[in-house]
């Protein structure tokens, strides 16, 4: 064949080529994107959800200007393994070493693999995290908190980072700015200890006389800011945050990133420390529910989103922003500390109509508020009942913004843009619920395999869901998961139960 035909021979892949191309850059946008991601907020804490005895009328406002999902979910029922699997779309329990991480774990992402954040980068966003990581930091070994921070957020995909480099309630108590511990006195270095005791600062086991806040459970270690936590901390005196400055200082830091990146496409990862333990909200927020500091941190929460709202409103770009609101895993009452939130909680029902909370298979554990703003393309008040799940927001997000996805990123996400977006009343035809054991739902269906453990968490009285045989439910007729199936429906169950193993055994569910 002369060369010009071959030429020629090629001119419709290559049109077809130009045309697919064509197709995704126009289909392709680049909203900012905000999540604001609560820590342990649960289905029925905010006033869009039904509470009452806390108003929360700034998130209220992100429903009522977008759509309110009422089966969304966070991927586990804690926070480690939730976060691992919106960043990286991958199901946590695939993974060793990705549950609750101690506060001196080495980073627990692959910085090979494609995340969330790194897509976005690809798309042309500047990337940022303000807030809780709890995802590790540093290589293995953990990190020096003296040196450079690294690997971290950087290393995964975020262009700037501030970070409580795990959780309120564990040492180390100080900020990690873009690797770097804030305000550290390198003459007064910082050491953690997860093992044995260290330094000679007093501890909330040896001297509840000097706590302000005592705990229930566990956190009686060093005593930092009156409140004794998670793990032993000597040096960074000048370092150690305020409690109740957090929530402003991670708010601030989330605005000047907003500010600072308002003229490119950014994403933001603005993760609270509220509602988790220790709740010690800035004084302002004290009293102004009638629920102790759960309720009063609820509020500090509130306000929190009402400031990333309005400084979007002032910057103009409210419009063409996606917001999302949700939470890391379902709510806890007692987590560890006396406060309060059971004394004071009244009629007040944190999980709402669901059954458990943080740490259970039971819906409560991953079923949470789930809400999607943007103007320019969500209708406004919308409610949706999709199935859709934070481990979702790789795929929908790379397919919004015209990324493709190597075969081996997010193997667990599924492209549920047109849900988010109510486009469509269609999310996902199944989901895997993780908290000690693994639960499958598909259609009405839900199935929790077989898992050992209590039936009741002696320390947060949360109802966890174990069951030696495996429990189903069918959640159209029994939402609150009161009706065991199993043993008139066992078809039904091993249809499921084997569903279960081959997501187990295929490593991935995302088949493209
Ligand atoms: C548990 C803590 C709990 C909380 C949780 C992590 C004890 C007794 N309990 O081990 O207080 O810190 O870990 O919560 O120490 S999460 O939201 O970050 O997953
Ligand atoms: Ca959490």
């Avoid at 990705?98 to 992402?109: H, P, R, S, V």
């Avoid at 990581?133 to 040196?147: A, C, I, K, M, R």
């Amino acid at each position: 064949m002369p060369p010009s035909g071959l030429r020629f021979g090629a001119l419709p892949a290559i049109a077809a080529c130009l045309l697919t191309i064509a197709v995704a850059t126009a289909r392709a946008e680049t909203p900012n994107i905000v999540i604001i991601y609560a820590d342990d907020a649960g289905y029925g804490d905010l006033s869009c959800y039904g509470a009452t005895a806390v108003q929360t009328p700034n998130i209220d406002r992100i429903a009522r200007e977008g759509l309110r999902f009422t089966d969304g979910h966070a991927p586990s029922a804690t926070c480690t393994p939730s976060r691992y699997a919106m960043l990286t779309g991958e199901y946590a329990w695939r993974r060793k070493g990705t549950g609750i991480a101690k506060g001196d774990a080495a980073l627990i992402i692959d910085p090979a693999r494609d995340t969330l954040p790194s897509i976005l980068r690809g798309a042309g966003y500047r990337t940022g995290v303000v807030g809780k990581w709890h995802l590790g930091l540093g290589p293995e070994g953990g990190p020096d908190w003296n040196g450079d921070i690294k690997p971290g957020p950087r290393e995964v995909g975020f262009d700037y980072s501030f970070l409580v480099p795990a959780t309120g309630d564990r040492v180390p108590c100080v900020y990690v700015e873009d690797g770097r511990v804030v305000g550290l006195d390198p003459s007064d270095p910082i050491h953690t200890s997860f093992g044995r005791p260290i330094g000679d600062e007093p501890t909330g086991k040896d001297r509840p006389d000097l706590l302000r806040m005592h705990p229930s459970h566990g956190h009686n270690m060093t005593i930092i800011n009156g409140i004794s936590r998670i793990g032993y901390m000597t040096g960074g005196k000048a370092a150690r945050w305020i409690d109740e400055d957090m929530a402003d200082t991670l708010t601030g830091k989330a605005v000047d990133f907003i500010e600072q990146n308002k003229a490119a496409p950014f994403f933001l990862f603005f993760s609270y420390h509220d509602i988790h333990v220790p709740r010690v909200p800035h004084p302002r927020f004290v009293g102004t529910t009638a629920m102790g500091p759960r309720g009063d941190a609820i509020a500090q929460m509130d306000w929190c989103t009402g400031q990333i709202l309005e400084t979007l409103d002032r910057l103009h770009l409210a419009e063409n922003t996606l917001v999302i609101w949700t939470s890391d895993n379902g709510p806890v009452v007692d987590d560890g500390y006396r406060d309060q939130a059971v004394e004071k909680l009244g009629g007040h029902r944190p999980a709402g109509p669901w059954r458990g909370g943080k740490y259970s298979n039971f819906e409560g554990g991953t079923r949470v508020p789930f809400l999607v703003r943007w103007p320019a393309k969500v209708k406004a008040g919308g409610e949706s009942g999709a199935l859709v799940c934070q481990v979702d927001f790789a795929a929908s997000f790379a397919a919004l913004t015209g990324q493709s996805l190597g075969s081996d990123a997010a193997p667990d996400s599924f492209d549920v843009l047109p849900a988010l977006l109510g486009e469509s009343k269609t999310g996902r035809d199944h989901l895997i619920e993780h908290a000690g054991a693994l639960a499958l739902r598909v259609g009405d269906w839900k199935y929790i395999e077989p898992g050992k453990g209590p039936k009741v968490n002696a320390n947060t009285a949360t109802e966890m869901g174990n069951d030696p045989t495996g429990l189903l439910f069918k959640l159209d007729s029994d939402p609150g998961e009161t009706k065991n199936l199993a043993a008139e429906n066992p078809g039904k169950a091993r249809e499921l139960a084997e569903k279960l193993s081959k997501i187990r055994a295929d490593g991935r569910t995302r088949s493209e």
